[in-house]
């Protein structure tokens, strides 16, 4: 695959088809269908990269805009996106089975952080990204 994001620092990732992430691994997922997704990303947005933060079991909190996994801080949230749109804030909660809250350092990173994407559930994953440059 090519990430033209650059939410993640690689460009270049091997996508291992079917095999489900672990904490710091890259999980490769279709996003879910929204008007945001749409009017960022068009109509068949490509596959979304981006690392996993917490798997099934792990409790993700926030305060403010400040999420956390196990209580470790993972990201914050914007308010708007660069086009000023309101970004509605995700999840929280123990992760349920089968699912994972995943992210990226990147401020402007589109991810669990927001409701738009959430939770990232077993029939949207396609696999574990490796990176290769």
Do not use: Q
Not at 16 to 24: D, N, Y
Not at 74 to 99: N, Q, Y
């Amino acid at each position: 695959m090519i990430n033209i994001s650059p939410s993640l620092p690689y460009w270049a990732i091997w996508l291992e088809r079917g095999v489900m992430p672990a904490h710091g691994e890259i999980i490769v997922f279709d996003p879910p269908p929204s008007a945001l997704l749409t009017a960022h990303f068009g109509d068949e947005p490509k596959p979304f990269t981006k690392k996993v933060l917490g798997v099934a079991g792990d409790r993700v909190t926030r305060k403010g805009r400040t999420y956390f996994v196990n209580g470790r801080v993972v990201a914050t949230a914007k308010r708007k996106s660069m086009r000023g749109e309101p970004l509605d804030l995700g999840p929280t909660g123990l992760i349920p089975h089968g699912c994972y809250f995943a992210g990226t350092d990147h401020k402007d990173g589109f991810d669990s952080r927001y409701a738009a994407i959430g939770w990232i559930c077993r029939p949207r994953v396609l696999g574990v990204g490796r990176p290769i440059l």
